[in-house]
């Protein structure tokens, strides 16, 4: 449960995702996803490590990794829309099998890395998960965590909660990509669609995570 709260929510690693997963497979949208995990085990290795703590204390260089997700989230919202337009005007095939999965991979690792909202993640709740005690986690969701608070309350510091943790992050790269494509294959008109909304949520939130950081800088010069 823990896993699958913290995978499931719509966002900008979704998007990358359920593009990846539409446009060219099930195995091109299970390799974004491990993508995205492989950026969480980063983070935890970094938390284990003490770095983490660092971006606690240094907001200048949080705003920064926060904007440089925003351009690549506008950079890559372009290529969905390329995607989307390819999907509905041309017969080309696109890339090989191979460099489709290793170019969802990497687009969603850089992503990853550079997600505000995964690095919030491990500043917070991260970070408390290597000590004892308990933790809100649906409370720290962007827009509804207040509403959220006490839904799932889980104890920390435990080998079993960590592995449940990346656990049901593997149970969600797996199951959305195929449902996924099965629901591609019953609609002719859903890989196009689905690029399209990836290109809208990615470009949302590249613009927000651009404003934020260039506030959060602004902020600091003054």
């Known amino acids: 449960m823990f896993g699958l709260a913290l995978a ?3 966002g900008p690693m979704n998007a990358v995702i359920a593009e990846e997963s539409v446009l060219r497979g099930w195995i ?7 993508g995205a995990m492989s950026a969480d085990l980063i983070f935890f290795a970094l938390s284990l490590a ?3 703590a ?3 204390g240094a907001p200048t260089v949080r705003a920064v990794m926060v904007g440089v ?6 950079y890559f919202a372009t290529g969905a829309v390329r995607d989307a337009r390819a999907d509905f005007l041309s017969d080309d095939a696109g890339p090989s099998p191979d460099d489709a999965d290793a170019r969802g991979f990497t687009k969603a690792f850089v992503l990853a890395l550079t997600n505000p909202y995964q690095i919030l993640f491990w ?4 970070v408390g998960l290597l000590e004892p005690g308990t933790v809100d986690v649906l409370s720290y969701l962007p827009a509804v965590g207040d509403g959220l608070a006490g839904v799932l309350v889980v104890r920390t510091g435990s080998p079993a909660l960590l592995a449940g ?4 992050i593997v149970v969600w790269i797996v199951g959305f990509p195929a449902t ?13 669609a689905a690029a399209a909304a990836s290109a809208l949520v990615l470009a949302g939130f590249g613009v927000t995570f651009c404003w934020t950081a260039a506030r959060t800088l602004l902020d600091a010069a003054a």
Do not use: K
């Not at 500043?123 to 991260?126: A, D, I």
């Not at 943790?165 to 049901?168: A, K, N, P, S, T």
């Open 8 to 10: 499931a929510p719509p």
């Open 28 to 34: 091109a949208g299970f390799t974004a996803g491990l």
């Open 50 to 52: 003490g770095v983490v």
């Open 54 to 56: 660092f971006l606690d």
């Open 69 to 74: 997700g925003g351009l690549l989230m506008l």
């Open 123 to 126: 500043l917070t709740v991260g």
């Open 165 to 168: 943790l990346f656990g049901g």
């Open 180 to 192: 996924l494509v099965s629901v591609g294959r019953r609609v002719d008109a859903f890989a196009p």
